[in-house]
Each structure stands twice: as C-alpha cells, then as structure tokens.
C-alpha cells in the first residue's frame, strides 16, 4: 500500500504562484509514475502533469509552460510548482502514483493510489 498526502493548496490572485507538495509513505519502492490530476466543481478529474520514476515529465496542453513538476525518488515527494495561474485552474488538486507502466497516462483509472486532495482557489 502507498499513501499519497498533499498540502500547500490556498487562495491566490490571478498571476500568482502555489507549490503543491505531495509526501508518498508505505511501499514506495513499488510506485513507477507520480503525478496530479485536478477536479473543477461540476467537471470531471482532469490529468494535469505527471512525472516517470526516471523524471520523464508530461504536461497537459493547459498547463504546459505554466506548471513544472519535480520528483524526489530519495524523498518520496513530487512537487508541483504553478505559476501564471488563472482563475480556471481553479480546483481540488490530487496527488496520484501508479504501480506500473501506463498506457494512458491522462486517465485517470490507470493510477492506482490518490491523495484525499487539495483545494486551490484563483481569484480574478
């Protein structure tokens, strides 16, 4: 079993910055990708950005030239910076980690363990 805790999520103004850290316990040896997916209020979990375990990193087209994620194998933490934020980044932000390869990295049913989530709020 993994366990994925987030924090660092809050309200910011349009053109700020969060760092959302996320600390992984449990059989971390076992986790091959690590990453974020996001929930809007209404939408469905919507694949952010993930990184491999060798630090191979996929952006989704929103975020991409915004956000930048860092992983600490050593540490057992990814991190994702957010900049440039925009009032539609507005979500529950979620820590995911999957035990093998994926085949579709931007679905969210090929992770295996999530996060209870973190709320992050850009206002205009």
């Known amino acids: 079993q993994v366990q994925l805790v987030e924090s660092g999520g809050g309200l910011v103004q349009a053109g700020g910055s969060l760092r959302l850290p996320c600390a992984a316990s449990g059989q971390t040896s076992t986790m091959h990708t690590m990453g974020w997916f996001r929930q809007a209020p209404g939408q469905e979990r919507e694949f952010v950005a993930v990184?491999?375990?060798?630090?191979?990193?996929y952006y989704s087209n929103s975020v991409k030239g915004r956000f930048t994620i860092s992983r600490d194998n050593a540490k057992n933490m990814v991190h994702l910076q957010m900049s440039s934020l925009e009032p539609e980044d507005t979500a529950v932000y979620y820590c995911?980690?999957?035990?093998?390869?994926?085949?579709?990295?931007?679905?969210?049913?090929?992770?295996?363990?999530w996060g209870q989530g973190t709320q992050v709020t850009v206002s205009s």
């Open positions: 990184s491999s375990r060798r630090g191979v990193t």
């Open positions: 995911v980690a999957s035990l093998g390869y994926s085949s579709d990295i931007t679905v969210s049913g090929e992770y295996d363990y």
